[in-house]
């Protein structure tokens, strides 16, 4: 992919997020001018970087919603949900059309299609208010081109079609005398709107004309002309690239020239022609979009000259020109900041954007490095053992001191992979307002703490499980807008979202102000299905009794009325939060509403593990998973066919042979006792029997990939200090 | 009045022309269709004045007085076709006969 495309992917899906935030916050506040102007900004910006890499459909999409929005901000148009939800549909279209780029590098086949859909929308949209027929793109092309064929149409930036009611003059209005004051008026065109009928039936008072005109007021301006007759007016934005050759260039087109300038400058050696080719091309569609015809010509022709001899100068120069061929602005104030030029800016700035990929490339040597460093302490541990207590020490100090040192290099590193919880939390908004519009519901979210942040992989993993609370939320917890009202509560539903550090974990809660979970409908659902007996579930508390939703095949939607649907897919839930090594737990009180709470570990990128040995070989078990080690007599151990169990402080808990569930041969094993681990599986014990239980590690685990990715009960692996593979174990796979 | 037969049988529209010069307009132009329209003295006319002057595809005498009528609306005028009625293609599209 190249690397301005790179660049369009990035920026747009920006773009999208600030206009989807804009469109969000404007709903909420649409007397609020603050949004709506930035939601149009993004639009706009949205456009622009459309027609820098040629994406045509997806440039009249956002021109169309930018229309309306326009519109909007005229005071033309209300803003409402349905206005709000279109630009959020054309948003959603242009992620879609993103992920296509980046996958297939280039605009989706399909997408004049879709595009012609939204901006049918619209069209649809803005015709309705006024009472116009709709208009396709090609109607108003039909109109609008013969205008544009004017000699004085070059600085157009807006066509407007004037239909005035047959009724006009009767209400006193002089059409054409309003258009001749329009502002910035460009060029006229008046035809009759019905076939002129002979003269001796021709009726003078009414009025059958259409008029036609280009203007290079803006559209939000023209609106406000014309607005007694808003009902009669078609007003189109046309596209912003009647800009003339020669003129200051715009801020981002001097960013973008000036970093081609800078990839011509660098040395390129056998890449020159296609990095010659690839610079006059992007600098071309600039100028292009700028509607700098002449100069874009300029550029094609000194590339012809650049190519056959491989040398960049004569286009550097050009761009130079063009660059420098700007006037300073005029009037600039004695305590302005001087304009700072790109190159320093990029000198000075405080963020970088870099690859995630890069990122984990040197996670992955940090890494390495602590398996290295934890070698070192086995040589020195060995060294010892040898006798050679000099050398022993001293690589001993140095191993503390290597220890010490990457350490360090890994949490800094470590530190670079963190995202903010607003990455996912943002998208939630939007989320509940479909989910609550399409339930009749209110509902409100309220997001806290969106700038806590956490490791990448955690932060992307828990979209999924918080999206499916809030969904649970809103569709079960929300009660419906009646009986909120029976039951005193405000009609708009509040689901608070929000997140913070403690300690090494990260803390997410959904609370919710619906009508809960109660205990005793829970009770009553867990005996019938046979969870627990009647007197355990008795003596059990509500809280213990709530978590058990959490228990896999709980419940159904019709089998538990009140809750319908908390049961499905909250098994599934809980183990993907274990899998990273979180917990998750759930508080409801009846009527007042439900808690869910997730805890997470700050990083997933190391895990603390125990190993232990079975059949030869070494294996890790996640450390928090670990409740005791337990060596346990032969004689209590019962066998219940195949499977075995023994009772520990009154619960029987299952035991897997580690050796025979992983298909390995069982080693000489101690007659009378047998080593176990006892591990906690989300509220259900189990334990594995193994032949030695061995130390505790901190590891960077490397998920299984290759023929080994698909294998069951495996987590994934890490290298021992003596060089050995450490099989890092999925307990729960195991253990099912 | 802003609208008057001349002792030479054209039509003189003068000043700035209201609405009501429409009706007496019309009933000059049906009554000659070959009269010329003479707008010389015309600073404004009223749209209802204009679209009987599109219809009837008067000949015209210009150019106006008034920079609008001048600017814009003259050139839409002189392009359309002469010799009314009915001409249902959009004025601006016909050449002058």
């Known amino acids: 992919m190249n690397e301005f495309l790179e660049q369009f992917l990035i920026e747009s899906r920006e773009l999208v997020e600030q206009a989807t935030q804009d469109l969000l916050a404007l709903e909420q506040t649409p007397d609020d001018d603050g949004p709506l102007d930035s939601a149009f900004r993004a639009f706009h910006t949205l456009k622009g970087a459309a027609g820098i890499v040629e994406f045509a459909a997806m440039g009249r999409a956002v021109h169309a919603a930018e229309d309306v929005l326009a519109e909007a901000r005229a005071g033309d148009f209300p803003i409402t949900a349905e206005l709000i939800g279109d630009c959020l549909t054309c948003l959603d279209q242009i992620l879609q059309w993103l992920e296509t780029m980046e996958a297939s590098g280039g605009p989706p086949a399909d997408a004049e299609q879709a595009a012609d859909r939204l901006v049918g929308r619209f069209n649809a949209r803005s015709a309705s208010a006024d009472t116009t027929p709709t208009l396709t793109p090609e109607d108003h092309r039909a109109w609008i081109e013969p205008l544009l064929a004017s000699p004085s149409a070059g600085s157009a930036r807006t066509?407007?079609?004037?239909?005035?009611?047959?009724?006009?003059?009767?209400?006193?209005?002089?059409?054409?005398?309003?258009?001749?004051?329009?502002?910035?008026?460009?060029?006229?065109?008046?035809?009759?709107?019905?076939?002129?009928?002979?003269?001796?039936?021709?009726?003078?008072?009414?009025?059958?004309?259409?008029?036609?005109?280009?203007?290079?007021?803006?559209?939000?301006?023209?609106?406000?002309?014309?607005?007694?007759?808003?009902?009669?007016?078609?007003?189109?934005?046309?596209?912003?690239?009647?800009?003339?050759?020669?003129?200051?260039?715009?801020?981002?087109?001097?960013?973008?020239?000036?970093?081609?300038?800078?990839?011509?400058?660098?040395?390129?050696?056998?890449?020159?022609?296609?990095?010659?080719?690839?610079?006059?091309?992007?600098?071309?569609?600039?100028?292009?979009?700028?509607?700098?015809?002449?100069?874009?010509?300029?550029?094609?022709?000194?590339?012809?000259?650049?190519?056959?001899?491989?040398?960049?100068?004569?286009?550097?120069?050009?761009?130079?020109?063009?660059?420098?061929?700007?006037?300073?602005?005029?009037?600039?104030?004695?305590?302005?900041?001087?304009?700072?030029?790109?190159?320093?800016?990029?000198?000075?700035?405080?963020?970088?954007?870099?690859?995630?990929?890069?990122?984990?490339?040197?996670?992955?040597?940090?890494?390495?490095?602590?398996?290295?460093?934890?070698?070192?302490?086995?040589?020195?541990?060995?060294?010892?053992?040898?006798?050679?207590?000099?050398?022993?020490?001293?690589?001993?100090?140095?191993?503390?001191?290597?220890?010490?040192l990457t350490e360090e290099l890994l949490r800094s590193v470590l530190a670079i992979r963190v995202l903010p919880l607003g990455h996912i939390f943002r998208r939630f908004p939007r989320l509940v307002r479909e989910m609550a519009t399409s339930l009749g519901k209110a509902s409100r979210l309220v997001i806290v703490g969106e700038s806590t942040e956490a490791d990448k992989a955690v932060v992307e993993a828990l979209f999924e499980p918080l999206l499916h609370v809030i969904r649970n939320a809103v569709d079960h917890g929300v009660e419906a807008p009646d009986q909120r009202a029976a039951a005193g509560k405000p009609d708009n539903a509040t689901i608070r979202l929000s997140g913070w550090r403690e300690g090494e974990h990260i803390i997410v809660e959904v609370v919710d102000d619906g009508r809960g979970i109660d205990p005793r409908e829970l009770r009553q659902t867990a005996a019938q299905r046979g969870f627990a007996n009647a007197d355990a579930l008795a003596s059990m508390a509500d809280d213990e009794v709530v978590n058990l939703i959490f228990a896999p095949g709980f419940s159904t939607a019709a089998a538990v009325t009140h809750v319908s649907g908390r049961g499905v897919g909250m098994d599934a839930l809980r183990s993907s939060v274990e899998r990273l090594g979180g917990r998750v737990t759930i508080h409801s009180r009846p009527t007042q509403g439900t808690t869910v709470r997730f805890t997470l570990p700050f990083t997933v990128m190391t895990t603390g593990l125990m190993t232990v040995e079975s059949g030869g070989q070494a294996f890790g078990i996640p450390f928090e998973a670990v409740v005791e080690t337990v060596r346990l007599p032969r004689d209590e151990i019962s066998r219940l066919g195949a499977a075995r169990a023994f009772v520990m402080r009154g619960r029987t808990i299952p035991l897997v042979v580690l050796a025979e569930a992983l298909g390995l041969d069982r080693g000489p094993t101690d007659a009378t006792v047998a080593n176990t681990v006892v591990v906690d599986l989300g509220g259900q014990l189990g334990a594995l029997e193994v032949d030695r239980i061995g130390e505790r590690l901190d590891v960077m685990l490397k998920p299984m990939d290759g023929l080994l990715a698909g294998m069951r009960g495996i987590a994934g692996t890490t290298l021992l200090g003596d060089g050995q593979v450490l099989i890092v174990l999925d307990l729960q796979e195991l253990l099912e | 009045m802003t609208v008057e037969r001349d002792v030479d049988g054209s039509i003189r529209l003068s000043g700035a022309c209201p609405q009501e010069d429409a009706e007496p307009l019309l009933r000059l132009v049906s009554d000659d269709p070959t009269a010329i329209v003479d707008w010389r003295g015309c600073e404004r006319a009223h749209t209802a004045v204009i679209q009987i002057l599109l219809a009837a595809g008067s000949e015209l005498l210009g150019p106006p007085k008034g920079e609008f009528l001048k600017e814009h609306l003259a050139p839409l005028l002189a392009a359309r076709e002469t010799g009314a009625p009915a001409s249902p293609a959009p004025a601006f599209m016909r050449k002058r006969t």
């Open chain 1, 159 to 404: 066509a407007i079609r004037y239909t005035p009611a047959a009724d006009s003059f009767f209400k006193d209005e002089d059409p054409l005398a309003l258009m001749a004051a329009l502002p910035g008026l460009l060029a006229l065109n008046v035809a009759p709107r019905q076939p002129w009928p002979s003269l001796d039936v021709f009726d003078p008072f009414a009025c059958n004309l259409v008029i036609d005109a280009l203007s290079v007021g803006l559209a939000a301006e023209i609106a406000d002309h014309l607005h007694q007759v808003r009902d009669q007016v078609v007003i189109h934005a046309l596209p912003d690239h009647r800009q003339r050759d020669g003129e200051r260039l715009p801020d981002r087109a001097t960013e973008i020239l000036s970093a081609q300038l800078a990839l011509l400058s660098e040395p390129a050696g056998d890449a020159v022609a296609g990095r010659l080719g690839s610079a006059a091309r992007v600098i071309h569609n600039v100028l292009l979009h700028l509607g700098r015809n002449a100069e874009a010509a300029e550029i094609e022709a000194r590339l012809a000259e650049a190519l056959p001899t491989s040398d960049p100068e004569v286009l550097i120069a050009a761009v130079r020109a063009l660059l420098e061929a700007q006037p300073l602005p005029a009037e600039r104030h004695a305590d302005e900041q001087p304009r700072v030029a790109p190159a320093d800016a990029e000198i000075i700035a405080r963020s970088l954007r870099v690859e995630v990929e890069r990122i984990d490339a040197v996670v992955n040597l940090a890494g390495e490095l602590m398996v290295v460093k934890n070698a070192i302490g086995h040589s020195a541990r060995r060294a010892g053992l040898d006798g050679g207590t000099d050398l022993a020490s001293a690589l001993k100090d140095q191993h503390a001191r290597l220890h010490r």
